[in-house]
């Protein structure tokens, strides 16, 4: 029996929702701001992992997309989506024969770069073949994860580029994911600050070497509407905006009416001191922020009650607690507002597509991060 045009009460749970109004306002206030700004916009997809939802943001003005791997990039690669950055430095020799393999089918591909040993690989991964490979220089802007440090570093890493035949400069980008640790909006205004910095100080060092640097790309989703705005970047790159989840909302970047993913959960057990929800670690994730956000209560927010905390989960379940028992009893269901969007959404193999109460469609999650 198909789910379409029927309640998402009549939903089995746990069940994966996008509400359509609320993912195309984010959409919409993302490409807007670009537009605003004279940005190029280039979404980062790890966040919804969908083929459709990639060409909305596509339609809405974004000039390719950002993914985190390799998978990421064939599956939409392989749906005609052609200009596409992997924001990851990709080293092994296996990884590289599928770079060759993409730029085989003509995408208009670039890769992260930090390192000269990385140069090399990719150099000698593609000397027997006829293509050459757009390199962006990625730099360290406080997160202390991948790339160079800005400025000196980075023109180091830009000179030895040129010598290698295979290879050419397209850009300098960074992310500031510790801005999801941030304590406040000033502190979060300080990580934006640096993150342009890293990119324009490192881009302008280049420059005055003789060596055009044509995009200058920042991204993270609590800081691109400040590090956007600063003279000389050209591109952002938010991924968690197109759905916004708890963690942007204790950060202050947005509030629980716009988040446009929530989990369909059912209610399991009624005890004196607890509910149990379907919904544990395998749906809702064990996310409180990767980056050391303190603002985010539970594990996930119920949409409508904010007396209850997801305290603790197992594989399936969610134990909720409360000070005042509340109106829910056994089969009742409840949407919940996860705390990390990105890791949910890996999680399904389908959004179920909902205008309010009414489900209107199902959209594949189509380049999950499956092993092999």
């Known amino acids: 029996m198909s789910e379409i045009h029927s309640s998402i009460k009549q939903l089995d749970t746990p069940s994966l929702l996008l509400d359509l109004d609320k993912l195309n306002a984010n959409i919409k206030r993302v490409s807007s701001f670009a537009k605003e700004n004279?940005?190029?916009l280039r979404?980062?997809?790890?966040?919804?992992?969908?083929?459709k939802i990639a060409k909305l943001q596509l339609e809405s003005g974004a000039i390719g997309i950002t993914t985190a791997k390799i998978e990421e990039a064939e599956v939409m690669a392989s749906a005609g989506i052609q200009d596409i950055l992997i924001a990851y430095p990709i080293s092994s020799p296996q990884k590289i024969e599928r770079i060759v393999g993409l730029l085989n089918r003509g995408v208009d591909l670039k890769v992260a770069v930090d390192s000269l040993e990385q140069l090399k690989l990719l150099q000698k991964g593609l000397e027997h073949t006829p293509h050459s490979l757009e390199v962006w220089i990625k730099v360290n802007c406080g997160l202390n994860r991948c790339g160079v440090e800005p400025g000196k570093a980075a023109l180091k890493l830009a000179q030895a580029i040129l010598f290698l035949s295979k290879l050419r400069v397209g850009g300098i980008f960074t992310h500031a994911?510790?801005?999801?640790?941030?304590?406040?909006?000033?502190?979060?205004?300080?990580?934006s600050i640096a993150e342009a910095k890293a990119v324009i100080d490192?881009?302008?060092?280049c420059e005055k070497a003789g060596i055009p640097i044509k995009v200058r790309s920042v991204g993270s989703t609590p800081t691109f509407e400040i590090a956007g705005k600063i003279e000389g970047i050209t591109e952002v790159r938010p991924g968690n905006a197109v759905f916004y989840d708890a963690i942007q909302v204790g950060l202050g970047v947005t509030d629980h009416e716009t988040c446009a993913l929530t989990i369909l959960?059912?209610?399991?057990g009624v005890y004196e001191d607890r509910i149990v929800l379907d919904s544990g670690s395998k749906t809702l994730c064990l996310d409180k922020g990767a980056h050391g956000l303190d603002s985010v209560k539970g594990y996930g927010y119920i949409v409508g009650h904010p007396e209850l905390t997801i305290e603790r989960l197992s594989e399936e379940h969610g134990v909720v607690v409360f000070k005042e028992k509340p109106n829910l009893k056994l089969n009742d269901k409840v949407r919940i507002i996860p705390n990390h969007a990105c890791t949910v959404a890996n999680q399904f193999e389908k959004y179920t597509v909902c205008e309010q109460e009414r489900v209107v469609d199902?959209?594949?999650?189509?380049?999950?991060g499956k092993l092999k």
Request: aromatic content about 4%; cysteine-free; overall charge positive.
């Open 202 to 205: 490192s881009a302008d060092e």
């Open 362 to 368: 199902s959209w594949k999650v189509d380049a999950r």
């Open 265 to 268: 959960a059912s209610v399991a």
């Open 177 to 191: 994911g510790h801005a999801y640790g941030a304590s406040s909006k000033e502190v979060i205004k300080e990580i």
């Open 43 to 51: 979404p980062h997809i790890k966040t919804h992992k969908s083929i």
């Open 38 to 40: 004279h940005l190029q």
